[in-house]
């Protein structure tokens, strides 16, 4: 590589230019770099005709769900045009497909599922609220629906039964096209809404659980969900997922650089992978550093952790 590319004629995001150094810099990663770019754009075009929402939210019924410890977004604040989430969820699964993230088989089901005009909707909608926890039914919503799947059982895990019948992969699929929209709600309430109090392991806003975290310059840890991508703060070491609180119990290792870390936790062998802004020149790129960490995620897996 002696040439540089010709400089392109429009500025292209910082995220874009990152990601494209990654390829050079570690050209193992190559093709998880083309995926991520692929998705990058495809969100971002959705997501600049997604309407910032306006959620009127109850201070009421805020406090009590914050103490709950139940987040805050209900599926009806989402602002989802169904025609443009049909087209987000199926340009996702063509990307998946593409880089051999999605097994043929399972892409033809959940393409055919998005083309079934009464299939999709009530299916977002019940994988949403059991994996959210937000109580729906307590703000009074007015359409008053709690959907249930059809053939569920009642009694067994809302979250598996959501998605009981759906092809495997559908829930990397459902993340990945909702999040244009979600996190159109995150950010409009990340400005409305104080979370400093929030100190749970899972996200204030739509329930997830984080897949990265943020080391502060002020040594704060912050975590962000995997689904909508809010932030919120987080104790440095104790484990999201079971809140082990025990340092002895807690693995954690970074990068030669400093830029990156792992924290392991030997309790529920879950691990989280942060960015470390203390020592690094840029702040956090989450679609970059999520793919320039995935040799931590090896090193981690080859430990025993799980992602
Ligand atoms: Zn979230
Ligand atoms: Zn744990």
């Excluded at 770019?37 to 971002?44: G, H, I, W």
């Excluded at 598996?160 to 995150?186: M, N, S, T, Y």
């Excluded at 104080?194 to 975590?223: K, M, Y």
């Excluded at 991508?229 to 030669?256: E, G, K, M, Y």
């Amino acid at each position: 590589m002696t040439e540089r590319p010709p400089r392109p004629p429009r500025a292209e995001p910082r995220e874009v230019i990152e990601l494209k150094q990654i390829k050079t810099s570690q050209p193992e990663l190559s093709a998880a770099v083309d995926m991520q770019l692929a998705l990058v754009e495809m969100q971002r075009r959705v997501q600049g005709r997604v309407p910032l929402p306006w959620i009127q939210v109850d201070p009421t019924w805020l406090r009590a769900q914050q103490a709950a410890g139940r987040p805050l977004v209900r599926f009806r604040d989402i602002p989802l045009d169904w025609s443009d989430f049909r087209l987000t969820f199926r340009q996702t699964a063509d990307i998946l497909l593409r880089f051999d993230a999605l097994e043929r088989a399972d892409h033809h089901r959940i393409v055919a599922l998005a083309r079934e005009g009464n299939v999709l909707e009530p299916l977002v909608t019940a994988w949403y609220d059991a994996t959210s926890g937000v109580d729906a039914t307590a703000a009074s919503d007015p359409r008053g629906t709690k959907s249930v799947p059809l053939g569920s059982d009642p009694n067994a895990d809302p979250k598996a039964a959501a998605l009981a019948d759906a092809p495997p992969g559908i829930d990397h699929v459902l993340v990945l096209a909702l999040r244009p929209f979600l996190a159109r709600c995150a950010e409009a309430l990340t400005k409305q809404i104080d979370v400093s109090s929030w100190n749970h392991g899972h996200c204030p806003f739509c329930g997830w659980e984080p897949d990265f975290a943020v080391i502060t310059p002020a040594a704060e840890r912050r975590l962000i969900c995997g689904r909508c991508v809010a932030q919120w703060s987080f104790a440095s070491l104790t484990c999201p997922f079971c809140r082990n609180d025990d340092r002895a119990l807690i693995t954690s290792f970074a990068t030669r650089d400093g830029r990156y870390r792992v924290y392991a936790c030997d309790v529920c062998r879950k691990y989280l992978k942060a960015y470390d802004a203390r020592y690094a020149s840029r702040p956090l790129l989450v679609a970059v550093d999520t793919i320039a960490t995935l040799p931590l995620d090896a090193a981690a897996i080859q430990k025993g952790y799980t992602g």
